[in-house]
Antibody, heavy 127, light 111 residues
Framework: EVQLEQSGGGLVKPGGSLRLSCAGS????????ITWVRQVPGKGPEWVGR??????????EYAAPVKGRFTVSRDDSEATVYLQMNNLKTEDTAVYYC??????????????????WGQGTMVTVSP | QSALTQPPSASGSPGQSVTISCTGS?????????VSWYRQHPGKAPKLIIY???KRPSGVPDRFSGSKSGNTASLTVSGLQTEDEADYFC???????????FGGGTKLTVL
């Protein structure tokens, strides 16, 4: 079964740091582009960042509100992607999901159709 | 304020059809045929139900259909069932650097 299993998260004060992990199984992790999405409860999701596979160049993109504070990285030997969050702000409070695009036949919709989702992890930034 | 605009709520009776709109701009919905729709039940992760405007992933019933005209995409749910009561989000590819934009969500109530 294709799965993304998340860990990390919790309560942190403004200015603090947290690291989220997203471990993949049931698929060829080295080929996967992994995206982080966050969602304030009761609101729409927000795209946070994405890391391409190393075979696709490994490029990482970030949303403007987190650029310079958040870092996405991957360890293919552990089949895990990380989201390092520094200088956290109260507005970063949300449920964070890692997600992966839909693959059909020979093509994958890495950036436009998110089929596999982690279970989500709550990040609360509060004084 | 979300990047894509959806009505906050929609409703219908079992067996009826309901359509949810999603309005973006010429830089996202209007430019790319990469609109997707997600259904989300409380406390659960979103589930992909439509991609590339009109396509359904394996296992999604044909009661769900998508369309697009200009900068507005739409999701139609036909033959409403109680399990369809959920939040629905649209998303559009928006290129670098924004990649993916989401709507604020529509809460569908099955009366």
């Amino acid at each position: 079964e294709v799965q993304l299993e998340q860990s990390g998260g919790g309560l942190v004060k403004p200015g603090g740091s947290l690291r989220l992990s997203c471990a993949g199984s049931g698929f060829t992790f080295t080929n996967a582009w992994i995206t982080w999405v966050r969602q304030v409860p009761g609101k729409g999701p927000e795209w946070v960042g994405r890391v391409k596979s190393k075979t696709s160049g490994g490029m990482i993109e970030y949303a403007a509100p987190v650029k310079g504070r958040f870092t996405v990285s991957r360890d293919d030997s552990e089949a895990t992607v990380y989201l390092q969050m520094n200088n956290l702000k109260t507005e970063d409070t949300a449920v964070y999901y890692c997600t992966m695009g839909l693959c059909t036949g020979a093509s994958c919709h890495w950036d436009d159709a998110f089929e596999i989702w982690g279970q989500g992890t709550m990040v609360t930034v509060s004084p | 304020q979300s990047a894509l605009t959806q009505p906050p709520s929609a409703s219908g009776s079992p067996g009826q059809s309901v359509t949810i709109s999603c309005t973006g701009s010429s830089s996202d919905v209007g430019r790319y045929n990469y609109v997707s729709w997600y259904r989300q039940h409380p406390g659960k992760a979103p589930k992909l139900i439509i991609y590339e405007v009109t396509k359904r992933p394996s296992g999604v019933p044909d009661r769900f259909s998508g369309s697009k005209s200009g900068n507005t995409a739409s999701l139609t749910v036909s033959g409403l069932q109680t399990e369809d009561e959920a939040d629905y989000f649209c998303s559009s590819y928006a290129g670098i650097p924004n990649i993916a934009l989401f709507g604020g969500g529509t809460k569908l109530t099955v009366l």
